[in-house]
């Protein structure tokens, strides 16, 4: 029989001194990858925001705008084990998890062998997803729900951390497959990247077509990242935040006596939607350097947390509104 240990509370001298320290570590970070990624200011920080709070992202963008770069870059700064996955229609789910192979030997012994797939990194991109099969697509999304994978009926758990940064271009949509709306709620965010500004891009030209490019340099490993995740997950939370979450996200679902969602909205959010904007919000504190989170951070996540867990109605759609404009409204509105 199994006996639950319950964790000893922290206290608040020690949960001031933890996230200080924190403070230094994320700043690090922070000054790591804007060394290798100019401009997205609030790209990186909605990543790093969904790393931090231990959740997977989708990334949406048109291309060349450094979707790869980002993540090759994080991958290097936080020392974790990355790697990439360039998904195809022809993608099968072995290519990704793994399979058996039947290896014999001196005796003439034959045996079973697992060899791991690219799945087992602790940061893994997944590039064009849409582009895989659906049952590709599955394998990958219930790994990254369950973050163990059963090959021959057999588990093997997935390294720690383990995170998913995934790529979709939402230009070219020929020979693709649209994920799932009941799969998109697997990731904690969509972020979406638009074009540079000016000066950033300006940086880009002069400091990218020389002879050498800046190289990021690795500042933290898996062990503390993990730290600082259990952290954010002891953060308090203020009861006005609780509210403004709730508040949020109830007003997103139709028949909740909202009449602008009622005429937009044809469903919305569930409960991991709450559960995700209270993480990342948390997240966004101590990222922001603050040791509790605000009615301001569930503002500012409510886009990247609520769109990809949002449907408008086909009038909504034939007028030209976008989920955007629909949870740019309700955020407004806490």
């Known amino acids: 029989m199994s006996v639950m240990v319950k964790e000893s509370p922290i206290s608040e001298k020690d949960m001031i001194a933890q996230a200080e320290t924190a403070l230094a570590d994320i700043s690090r970070v922070r000054d790591g990858v804007g060394r290798v990624i100019f401009g997205q200011e609030v790209v990186v920080e909605r990543t790093l925001v969904a790393l931090l709070a231990g959740g997977h992202a989708l990334l949406v963008g048109v291309p060349g705008l450094a979707k790869t770069k980002l993540v090759e870059t994080l991958g290097v700064v936080l020392g974790l084990d990355s790697r990439r996955i ?3 229609p ?3 789910p072995s290519d990704i998890l793994g399979s058996e192979v039947m290896e014999q030997d001196e005796a003439g012994k034959r045996s079973f062998r697992f060899i791991s797939g690219p799945i087992f990194a602790q940061l893994l991109m997944a590039d064009e997803i849409n582009r895989a099969s659906p049952r590709t697509q599955s394998a990958l999304l219930q790994a990254m729900q369950e973050y163990h994978v059963t090959i021959a009926g057999i588990r093997h758990d997935l390294p720690a951390p383990f995170h998913v940064l995934a790529t979709q271009n939402p230009l070219e949509q020929e020979g693709t497959y649209p994920l799932p709306e009941a799969q998109l709620d697997r990731f904690l965010m969509q972020v979406d990247i638009l074009y540079p500004e000016i000066e950033a891009e300006r940086r880009i030209l002069l400091e990218t077509t020389g002879i050498e490019d800046a190289k990021a340099q690795n500042v933290l490993q898996p062990a503390r990242l993990r730290e600082i995740q259990t952290l954010i997950r002891r953060m308090p939370v ?3 935040v609780v509210d403004a979450i709730l508040k949020l996200v109830r ?6 006596d909202n009449a602008e ?3 937009h909205v044809a ?3 569930g409960p991991r939607a709450s559960q995700a904007l209270t993480l990342c919000a948390r997240a966004r504190a101590l990222y922001d350097g603050r040791l509790a989170p605000s009615v301001d951070d569930i503002r ?5 947390v609520l769109q990809h867990r949002m449907a408008l109605t086909f009038a909504a759609r034939a007028e030209g509104t976008t989920v955007r404009d629909v949870v740019a409204k309700l955020a407004k509105g806490i």
């Open 90 to 92: 022809d993608l099968m």
């Open 238 to 240: 203020p009861e006005s």
């Open 251 to 256: 007003s997103a679902r139709p028949g909740q």
């Open 300 to 304: 500012a996540l409510a886009e990247p």
């Open 86 to 88: 360039q998904f195809t």
């Open 267 to 269: 469903w919305g959010p």
């Open 261 to 263: 969602t009622d005429k």
